[in-house]
């Protein structure tokens, strides 16, 4: 569970990094355009956290549904990266991109609670959740680090 929080983070971060760093810099889009992006994940979450909440609760294989979501959110940034590669990339695109990735978290962060509660006695709950909450954010922070590095080693083309 921590490698699929770490990996999840990650990856997360990475395209929340990506994302306006292609709007601006490749598309020429302004800050309004990066808020609406940036706003989509929480969008996601105020507008889709109940009814995905209430169909997880019914789902027997809750991880299945991780990994699913998971799934989902790297094609997304492969179709990202492939319409960078061919020229093809438009805000539309990225916004799309940017609307999959937000449903797909809350997907993976709704259906995660209940399988660590599956995984963990209720007396090492506090504990795991603790744990989970680091791996995240040293995920998060890692992937912003690296890809800062990155970008300016190798350029946006490098990056992606």
Sequence with gaps: MLATTATEGFGDAMARTLMPILLVTILGYGTGFVGVINSIGLGAFLLL???????????????????????????????????????????????????????????FTTAQGPVIQGLVPKEGLKLAYSRLTITDQSAGTTAAALGSSVLGLLGLPGLL
């Design 49 to 107: 956290g109940m009814p995905i909440g209430m169909l997880i609760d019914r789902l027997r294989d809750r991880r299945r549904a991780m990994s699913v979501s998971s799934f989902v959110r790297l094609v997304a940034l492969l179709v990202l990266a492939v319409s960078f590669a061919t020229g093809w990339l438009t805000g539309t695109a990225v916004l799309a991109v940017a609307v999959v990735i937000g449903i797909a978290d809350v997907v």
